[in-house]
């Protein structure tokens, strides 16, 4: 399955957010450092390429709070 399908998935499932990000998060995370680097990015449409903006530490991966960040304003997006 998909990192991008999985994602999708755990929300239309009814998960609640905080659970789904994590979950998420993990699945990219795959080397499990505890952040994500440029290149774990790719599995998500637009996460790489939106890096810069969300890597509030300046470390050029994403941590858990980060990448919650990402999937929240991906998400008001979607909804407006």
């Known amino acids: 399955m998909s990192k991008t399908l999985l994602f999708t998935s755990l929300?239309?499932?009814?998960?609640?957010?905080?659970?789904?990000?994590?979950?998420?998060?993990?699945?990219?995370?795959?080397?499990?450092s505890g952040t994500i680097s440029a290149e774990e990015a790719v599995a998500i449409e637009g996460l790489q390429e939106s890096m810069a903006e969300y890597d509030l530490n300046g470390d050029r991966e994403l941590d858990e709070k980060e990448f919650s960040l990402f999937v929240e304003t991906m998400e008001a997006k979607a909804a407006s």
């Open 11 to 32: 929300f239309i499932l009814g998960t609640s957010q905080a659970f789904a990000n994590e979950e998420t998060f993990k699945q990219v995370d795959v080397d499990a």
